[in-house]
Antibody, heavy 116, light 110 residues
Framework: EVQLLESGGGLVQPGGSLRLSCAASGFTFSNYAMTWVRQAPGKGLEWVSSISDSGGNTFYADSVKGRFTISRDNSKNTLYLQMKSLRAEDTAVYYC?????????WGQGTMVTVSS | QAGLTQPPSVSKGLRQTATLTCTGNSNNVGNQGAAWLQQHQGHPPKLLSYRNNNRPSGISERLSASRSGNTVSLTITGLQPEDEADYYCSAWDSSLSVWVFGGGTKLTVL
């Protein structure tokens, strides 16, 4: 079964850091680009960042550029999102998604709350 | 990074037909096409169609998508209670090298 499982969310103070992980199974992880999408409470979907299948190309939304870093370990079938200098407006459910030119497979999401 | 434009809400009766729209520009929808996603409350999004009118396996034939210029549409026929959800469009913007989403349309089945 194709599956994505996010972890690493939680409560963090403004200015703090957090690293999210997304464990993939059921497909050849190294063949696919991957993406992080977030959804603030009661709001719509917002693209955060994408990474190519090899990890050689990365892309970021302006709202997170310079603060977030996407990476992957194809030997561990895992996608990461390192988040620094977190702000209240980063509070959201963070989803990872398989990127085939459309977002085919989604994880269940992990909640990140930035609050003092 | 401006997003795609969707109407906030659409309401239709049971067994009626609903058409949802999503407008972008020539760098995203007009160039790369768009995908449609469905999200029920408390659940992750689910891909309904991609590259304008390709349906993943398991997606109902009551759903069809099309594109005209910089606008894509999702038509759902024979509306059922389970179609009540939020619908999002997404597209790659080749000029900005970013993904863009629409703000979402809440479909209510009366």
């Amino acid at each position: 079964e194709v599956q994505l499982l996010e972890s690493g969310g939680g409560l963090v103070q403004p200015g703090g850091s957090l690293r999210l992980s997304c464990a993939a199974s059921g497909f050849t992880f190294s063949n696919y680009a991957m993406t992080w999408v977030r959804q603030a409470p009661g709001k719509g979907l917002e693209w955060v960042s994408s990474i190519s299948d090899s990890g050689g190309n990365t892309f970021y939304a302006d709202s997170v550029k310079g603060r977030f870093t996407i990476s992957r370990d194809n030997s561990k079938n895992t996608l990461y999102l390192q988040m620094k200098s977190l702000r209240a407006e980063d509070t959201a459910v963070y989803y990872c998604a398989q990127d085939t030119g459309a977002f085919d497979i989604w994880g269940q999401g992990t909640m990140v709350t930035v609050s003092s | 990074q401006a997003g795609l434009t969707q109407p906030p809400s659409v309401s239709k009766g049971l067994r009626q037909t609903a058409t949802l729209t999503c407008t972008g520009n020539s760098n995203n929808v007009g160039n790369q096409g768009a995908a449609w996603l469905q999200q029920h409350q408390g659940h992750p999004p689910k891909l309904l169609s991609y590259r304008n009118n390709n349906r993943p396996s398991g997606i109902s034939e009551r759903l069809s998508a099309s594109r005209s210029g910089n606008t894509v549409s999702l038509t759902i026929t024979g509306l059922q209670p389970e179609d009540e959800a939020d619908y999002y469009c997404s597209a790659w913007d080749s000029s900005l090298s970013v993904w863009v989403f629409g703000g979402g349309t809440k479909l209510t089945v009366l």
